[in-house]
């Protein structure tokens, strides 16, 4: 026989929504330490102005190599610091990051249908303008920082290249690999920018009504194909080039020594 | 026990409300909407409850289970298992009467995009198109305005802005129709200003709910903002267009369609 509904007594009056109950701010907190993390770390390593280059490997965070001899009240500027800049207004603006960084370090939202912290609600009701003014507003140049991100990659490539060149003779060594991996990571992150896929080919309503477009549809196609994993590539090759530059550092302070294979 | 499920339901109006609980039988493959219904069928027949299809096509059913906007007739009982289940109405909309909720401004704000219009040449003929230019669009034919990703969008669900923005569900229609190739009209403007694609500030719920599982942030919205930085935001792509390197096809103004064309007539 089947149970019958039962109902009980009515609970103590309750706000119309409820709290979810899965583990809503795991996603948040692991971007928040990993991003936390690397900028902490891109800063000691901007500043430090040291220990970014042995024999052919070059820290990612130095490259291109820039020769500076310019001093304020009497410090030397670190190359990293002109170079960072670009790469960073790459990832601050791009679409993945910018959902991660307004969930993790603005809260807003922190997560799907969580209310946001009083204090922040309260502060900002009525006043969100999400990105309509500055300095938000800035987010809808991200394809200029990917015209120098794209432009970056080229240098990376030849540093890469490089790593497998040991005093003018082909070799390979763990850094060599770690190089190549950083690369290949950071080049599926570029190209698969949303930017770049709007560039290539989004942007037109008729594919078929030439044979450039036709060939335009095509590479959105497959800048489509890498664009549905872009923030994994975001976030893989956000850590790779903390791996490579830590790899770096560690040969350059002799911490360790790069096996070499041949 | 192990054969009763407790669900706290929602039970009130636009006055006020409480969580009432009931024990119901848990039946194989059951999913919340059966639940609810055992409840109307055999304890509360008062309870009130959108839904038509029960099949996750009509968008009827959405409410919000423990805290996340979902189709009730699409939510498994065993994924919440160990634990009650909360039914609430959606928390963006005004309510009605228990998990009813009034969600007539998403038709008032979608009567203000115009439909298709054909580009001259192809007025009152029928449109030959050919697959690769309607493949994009054809994902978003795939909506069935549940309206969960506007209850979940955080603009309209914390921030309120009604005023300016018109949520995921609107950008997806007016993604549909830019994109359109035979679309003649210039949207870009309506989408800058009085539908505040700059308000979104990419945080993918909409994404996440969406029972059809519709790309709305990578393939509606960032699209869409991309072709609004086109025009707006993009000065290198201005001078460009000025000078005749870049050439685009020029659509005509939103303001050159006439009200009527742009009117929904709905029965009072």
Redo the contacts between chains.
């Keep these: 026989m089947?149970?019958?509904?039962?109902?009980?007594?009515?609970?103590?009056?309750?706000p119309?929504?409820?709290?979810?109950?899965?583990n809503w701010w795991l996603s948040p907190l692991v971007f928040a330490l990993v991003f936390g993390f690397f900028a902490v770390w891109a800063t000691f390593r901007a500043f430090q102005n040291n220990y970014y280059e042995v024999g052919n490997y070059l820290s990612p965070f130095y490259a291109p190599t820039i020769q500076l001899s310019w001093k304020i009240m009497g410090f030397n500027i670190s190359p990293a610091l002109l170079i960072l800049p670009f790469p960073l207004s790459f990832r601050m603006t791009c679409?993945y990051y910018?959902?991660a960084l307004?969930?993790s370090f603005a809260a807003?939202?922190v997560a799907?249908?969580?209310?946001?912290p009083e204090p922040l609600?309260k502060l900002?009701?009525?006043k969100?303008?999400?990105?309509?003014v500055f300095p938000?507003?800035a987010m809808?140049?991200?394809?200029y920082a990917f015209y120098a991100a794209a432009l970056f990659m080229i240098m990376l490539w030849i540093d890469a290249i490089k790593a497998f060149f040991f005093e003018g003779r082909l070799g390979m060594g763990i850094g060599s690999l770690i190089f190549l991996v950083n690369v290949l990571l950071l080049t599926l992150y570029t190209f698969s920018c949303?930017?770049w896929?709007?560039l290539i080919g989004?942007?037109q309503?008729?594919?078929?009504?030439s044979a450039m477009n036709?060939t335009r549809?095509g590479l959105w196609a497959k800048v489509s194909f890498l664009?549905?994993r872009h923030g994994n590539w975001a976030m893989a090759s956000l850590i790779s080039v903390l791996v490579t530059d830590i790899y770096v550092y560690l040969l350059a302070t002799k911490v360790i020594t790069d096996i070499r294979f041949f | 026990m192990a054969d009763t499920i407790i669900l706290k339901v929602y039970r009130g109006d636009a006055e006020g409300g409480e969580l009432h609980t009931y024990e119901v039988p848990k039946s194989p493959h059951m999913v919340v909407l059966d639940a609810i219904h055992h409840i109307q069928r055999n304890q509360e027949p008062s309870l009130a409850c959108r839904w038509n299809c029960k099949a996750a096509k009509c968008g009827s059913c959405s409410a919000e289970i423990n805290g996340m906007p979902r189709l009730m007739c699409k939510a498994q009982v065993d994924d919440y298992a160990g634990g009650e289940i909360i039914v609430t109405p959606m928390h963006t909309f005004p309510i009605i009467k228990d998990l009813v909720t009034d969600v007539s401004w998403n038709y008032r704000v979608s009567s203000k995009i115009p439909p298709l219009v054909p580009k001259p040449e192809y007025a009152d003929k029928p449109f030959n198109l050919q697959q690769i230019d309607v493949d994009r669009v054809q994902e978003f034919r795939k909506c069935i305005e549940c309206f969960l990703c506007q209850d979940v969008c955080h603009v309209l669900r914390e921030h309120q802005r009604t005023d300016g923005f018109f949520g995921p569900r609107q950008m997806v229609k007016i993604a549909s129709l830019e994109m359109h190739p035979m679309d003649n009209l210039n949207r870009r403007e309506q989408l800058k200003n009085e539908g505040g694609v700059g308000f979104c500030n990419i945080t993918k719920c909409c994404t996440e709910v969406c029972p059809e599982h519709i790309h709305i942030t990578d393939n509606a919205i960032i699209p869409l903002k991309e072709r609004v930085a086109d025009d707006y935001f993009d000065p290198v792509q201005g001078l460009l267009r000025k000078i005749g390197i870049i050439k685009r096809e020029r659509k005509q103004p939103l303001d050159s369609v006439p009200n009527e064309q742009t009117k929904i007539h709905r029965p009072v």
């Design positions: 089947a149970i019958q509904a039962q109902k009980t007594t009515p609970d103590k009056p309750q119309q929504r409820a709290t979810r109950k899965d679409y910018r959902k307004y969930r807003d939202p799907c249908a969580v209310k946001e609600y900002r009701w009525k969100y303008t999400g990105e309509r938000f507003v809808n140049f991200h394809r949303h930017s896929r709007h989004g942007g309503d008729c594919y078929s009504c036709k549809y664009n549905e």
